[in-house]
């Protein structure tokens, strides 16, 4: 039995997030474990959830950080 790779995404614009859910849930050995669209929620899955790969917009973090932090 082959184990599918779990895929936490990380995107916070819906458009985008809906077809990389697309994209990923049509590969056989891929599933999409959990959704975050939020920095916070980024930190949250990933603490919690036993994800393989972390795919991430990284302008989700730097739209999200506070101006001082750039």
Do not use: H, Y
Not at 41 to 50: D, K, P, T, Y
């Amino acid at each position: 039995m082959n184990k599918k790779i779990q895929v936490l995404l990380a995107e916070n614009d819906p458009f985008w997030r809906q077809r990389l859910v697309t994209m990923i849930d049509a590969e056989s050995d891929i599933k999409v474990l959990g959704i975050a669209s939020t920095k916070e929620e980024v930190i949250r899955a990933g603490a919690q959830l036993e994800k393989d790969v972390l795919v991430m917009d990284v302008m989700l973090l730097l739209n999200q950080m506070d101006w001082r932090q750039r």
